[in-house]
């Protein structure tokens, strides 16, 4: 005879089951990129989006709402500004700073740590970590830095082998996470010449350093692309500072 009380537990367990699955289900609705672009929280982000093609790049990064990103070296906050409003509630944005580098940018380390948390920005969390670590409690559909990936062979730094890096950020991707690295394009065959000098890097070494930590190559963006930069000018200077040739490129974990 089959009891009530075995039928009972039956569907007790697989209750239990589907929630633990819908739980561990990814997120698979596209963002909103208008809506978030157009948030009141980030308004005054939104003279710099022309230029910095913040809501392009967030298409191009193909993340989804309820997503975990990683914003490495979130500088004065921009992208995660727009990555948080994007994710919406059930998302959730982690800002890690190296330690060596939050050193080096106290101001935008204490404004960030004011934003994280705030009312406008619940779902975002700041941290500082060894710069030969990147870790978050819950691992992240994208791994994001814009202009930072160079900084990590340089003397402040400790140095860190890139690979170091590579390494880390696929440890902490979930399988099919996503990988983006914007950066200041440096001379054709440079290598690692510039990263310290002018604060550049050849795009063809981060593409080989970044696959040889098993990632796949999924394409690049040419938003960011300035054909009259020749690449001798450090990015500070005045002449061509907010105006690089700057490479978008956005790299998967197999999975």
């Known amino acids: 005879m089959f ?3 075995r039928l009972l537990a039956i569907l007790l367990v697989g209750a239990a089951m589907t929630a633990a699955c819908s739980a561990a289900s990814p ?3 596209p963002v909103d990129i208008a809506a978030a672009a157009a948030d ?3 308004a005054a982000d939104v003279a710099s989006d022309a230029r910095r ?3 392009e790049i967030l298409r191009f ?6 997503a975990v990103v990683i914003d490495l070296i979130p500088g004065g906050g921009y992208w995660t500004r727009l990555f948080a409003r994007a994710v919406g509630p059930q998302g959730h944005v982690y800002g890690i700073w190296p330690k060596p580098y939050a050193m080096e940018a106290k101001t935008d380390v204490e404004n960030y740590q004011k934003l994280a948390g705030s009312a ?6 700041a941290t500082i970590e060894p710069a030969t670590e990147l870790s978050a409690p819950a691992k992240a559909d994208l791994v994001f830095t814009a202009q930072n990936y160079h900084d990590y062979p340089d003397k402040f730094m400790g140095p860190v082998d890139p ?9 902490a991707l979930k399988p099919g996470g996503i990988y983006l690295i914007i950066d200041h394009a440096a001379a054709a065959g440079s290598g690692l010449r510039d990263t310290d ?8 070494i981060v593409k080989a350093q970044v696959t040889a930590a098993g990632f796949s190559f999924a394409g690049e963006s040419k938003l960011l692309a300035n054909s009259a930069d020749d690449h001798k000018l450090i990015v500070f200077d005045k002449g061509i500072r907010g105006r690089t040739d700057q490479f978008i490129y956005k790299f998967r974990k197999p999975g």
């Open 53 to 55: 093609h913040g809501p």
């Open 40 to 42: 009141p929280a980030r």
């Open 61 to 66: 990064a193909g993340l989804k709402q309820g």
């Open 163 to 171: 690979a170091i890096l590579n390494q880390a950020a696929f440890d």
């Open 3 to 5: 009891h009530k009380s």
């Open 27 to 29: 997120p698979t609705k």
């Open 120 to 125: 406008d920005f619940a779902n975002v969390t």
């Open 197 to 204: 000098t002018l604060h550049r890097i050849d795009p063809a």
